[in-house]
T-cell receptor, first 114, second 114 residues
Framework: EAQVTQNPRYLITVTGKKLTVTCSQN?????MSWYRQDPGLGLRQIYY???????DKGDVPEGYKVSRKEKRNFPLILESPSPNQTSLYFC?????????????FGPGTRLTVT | GNSVTQMEGPVTLSEEAFLTINCTYT??????LFWYVQYPGEGLQLLLK?????DKGSNKGFEATYRKETTSFHLEKGSVQVSDSAVYFC?????????????FGAGTILRVKS
């Protein structure tokens, strides 16, 4: 089954404790992206990657890091989480082919930073 | 920069009622337009899309027409069901946008009562 998986689905942590949210896709997509969803703001892009070893900032990259060492994986790293990073996070992937592609989303990771 | 504005919700309808969720956008050139749906506890799924002016996207009884003159992409369905209860996001990808970047509206909660 074609899918994007994220782990963990729920995470409660404390300020400053480094964490990683994993994302993996099995569709051989070149493009992967991280979004955060906050009430009243919709989804905002954090980082994206066009292919292995190619990453770039989205609209809200501060406080986050990413890496793309393998095509299927795109982990999101919070080196020193703060309460304002409490949010619902989504990973997405797609082919890079023109403008009518579809982005596939993971089930989401709900992060709470206390 | 590019932006999307959706009508605020929640929208509450009775089963078999007609649905309209308004969406307008600001973008240069000819963006691609999308409606995504998020069912409770799940990630986003592409509902429909339109890539050029006057295109009509349709899926599962939902329709939306890309209106360049009014910069709108309103979502409609003739007869909603309880199973349509979800959050609906209008989104765009800018003309020539590098990175498959999606810009989302804030989302509209739809509740359908039986």
């Amino acid at each position: 089954e074609a899918q994007v998986t994220q782990n963990p689905r729920y995470l409660i942590t404390v300020t400053g404790k480094k964490l990683t949210v994993t994302c993996s896709q099995n569709m051989n997509h070149e493009y992967m992206s991280w979004y955060r969803q906050d009430p009243g703001l919709g989804l905002r892009q954090i980082y994206y990657s066009m292919n292995v070893e190619v990453t770039d900032k989205g609209d809200v990259p501060e406080g986050y890091k990413v890496s793309r060492k393998e095509k299927r994986n795109f982990p999101l790293i919070l080196e020193s989480p703060s309460p304002n990073q409490t949010s619902l996070y989504f990973c997405a992937s797609s082919y890079v082919r023109g403008i009518s592609y579809e982005q596939y989303f993971g089930p989401g990771t709900r992060l709470t930073v206390t | 920069g590019n932006s999307v504005t959706q009508m605020e919700g929640p929208v509450t309808l009775s089963e078999e009622a007609f649905l309209t969720i308004n969406c307008t956008y600001t973008a240069t050139g000819y963006p691609s337009l999308f409606w995504y749906v998020q069912y409770p506890g799940e990630g986003l799924q592409l509902l429909l899309k339109a890539t050029k002016a006057d295109d009509k996207g349709s899926n599962k009884g939902f329709e939306a027409t890309y209106r360049k003159e009014t910069t709108s992409f309103h979502l409609e369905k003739g007869s909603v069901q309880v199973s349509d209860s979800a959050v609906y996001f209008c989104a765009l990808c800018g003309d020539g946008e590098y990175g498959n970047k999606l810009v989302f509206g804030a989302g509209t909660i739809l509740r359908v009562k039986s």
